[in-house]
């Protein structure tokens, strides 16, 4: 087939709610209580909660506190409760330093008293990772929110860790840059949470990992210790790169406060195409063709299936211009980084593109729309990117982060829904230039709580066990977490776990830092 750009737009695209914006988990009701973990930690006292007002800025903003339990602090209920309303910590307590210097002051004296602390940046995470299981005091970065400022000679934004995404990205635009990362929950959560979890998303295909694009971070250690390495400098060639033990270590081995790293330019100009697939060989296809013939200009290429696109429509007012008869879909988003040329060159330059792709494609899709102005191109990415809200409002969900091979994905999501049966959706969507595949399992409404958690306890290690079992990761980008702490030693041999075991150990003789989140 061939295609034209008048023909390509068949019908308006609607839905434009950015997700970030349109999604607020904290609603929903709460579906797991998680009780006492009985850890044998001190427990907090008065003279604790008045040393803390003693140390920090602004202590009336700065300490939040209900030590007798009474509920009298509301606010202390986000501080405990995760984004997916699954967890409900009981911490009497949440610390919000301004600084560095505070934080090493707040762990200092929590490890010298064996006091456990939970460090939380936006608490959008999807495994449990940045609430208390317990009664451990939050240690949130939410005022640690200052941009430090952007080396334009060579590329590299320096800023806090509580710093929202969002906000990152809207600072870079004046320069002509963009942070290496971008997320769907962009709106609320935090680069240093980002950093802790190795955050990946949409871009990672095209400008890699936050290990890779991390040029230098300050971390506070659990004894207070503050490592400094918030130097600029692209090469730096001087021992052991220790930044790599904090980026990815969810909390477990101290608190990153500040970061130096590595922004790419804005695109000149860049626009997205729809494709509508029947069957995952031809997903396959289109992938490597995309790869091959596109080859630096492509920035993203995602795909969705069936299920997920009926999901969409069920919860959403969002409409899939190319229907709901077709078994796959894909994303492709094409750039272009020339800052010579003028906007109709840039125009034409992607529009051609495009056209090459398709000559190329054109006996494999069943069909394909190219967004016409900004307003489409966040349309169709709508259809990707607001598929988690159509699972969240179908009800209890199971949501799965994996790494696997590609060939792997079709067989992998139809053993789950083998595994289910009647009982759930199942949907799979995600980031298929990468091999990353979420996997959402949604029960309808919210008043099966019975059901939901017999499903989980027979599906879990089964399905841990499934990846391990295909060459996998139970974690792609999301991280660990206390979700997926007890399958953990699936993924990774005893060898590598003894010495990440000692790393903590070493790190954190005390255990003080998230306890029972990444190792069980």
Known sequence: RHYKASSLLRQTLVGRTSVSSSLNCASAPQIILVHSQNRSYSKLNQDDVNHFKGILNKPEVAVIEDLEGTGSSSELSGYNTDWLNKLKGNS???????????????????????????????????????????????????????????????????????????????????????????????????????????????????????????????????????????????????GYHLKHLFIGSEGTLGVITEAAILCPKIPAAHNVALFALDNFDKVEEVLRAS?????????????????????????????????????????????????TSTAEENTKIIEDKFFGLFEKISTVIEDGVIAQDSSQREAIWNCRERIVEGFFKEGMTFKYDFSLP???????????????????????????????????????????????????????????SLVEDYEGSISAEHGIGSFKAPYFELNKSNEMVSVMKQIKGVLDPNGIMNPHKLFD
């Open 92 to 238: 009497k307590l949440a610390l919000r330093p301004s600084s560095t210097e505070e934080v090493s002051q707040i762990l200092k004296y929590c490890n010298s008293r064996h006091l456990a602390v939970v460090p939380q940046g936006g608490n959008t995470g999807l495994v449990g990772g940045s609430v208390p299981l317990d009664d451990e005091i939050v240690l949130s970065l939410n005022r640690m929110n200052n941009i430090i400022g952007f080396d334009k000679n060579y590329s590299i934004l320096k800023t806090q860790a509580g710093v929202v995404l969002e906000k990152l990205i809207e600072y870079l635009e004046q320069f002509g840059y963009m942070p290496p990362v971008d997320l769907g929950a962009r709106g609320s959560c935090h680069i240093g949470g980002n950093l802790a979890t190795n955050a990946g998303g949409i871009k990672l295909l095209k400008y890699n990992s936050l290990h890779a694009n991390t040029i230098g971070l300050t971390a506070v250690l659990p004894d207070g210790t503050i490592l400094d390495n918030m130097r600029a400098l692209r090469k730096d060639n001087t």
């Open 406 to 464: 590609i060939d792997k994905f079709p067989v992998f999501l139809d053993k789950i829904r083998d595994k289910l049966g009647d009982h759930a959706r199942t949907g799979g969507y995600g980031h298929i230039g990468d091999g990353n595949i979420h996997v959402n399992a949604s029960i309808k409404g919210y008043d099966n709580l019975k059901l939901f958690k017999e499903l989980q306890k027979e599906l879990e290690p089964w399905v841990f």
């Open 291 to 339: 790869k091959d013939y596109l080859s630096e200009n492509l920035t993203a290429i995602e795909f969705f299936d069936s299920e997920s696109n009926n999901i969409l429509k069920d919860h959403t007012k969002h409409r899939n211009p190319l229907g709901y008869s077709h078994n796959y879909y894909m994303v492709v988003e094409v750039s272009n980084f020339d800052n």
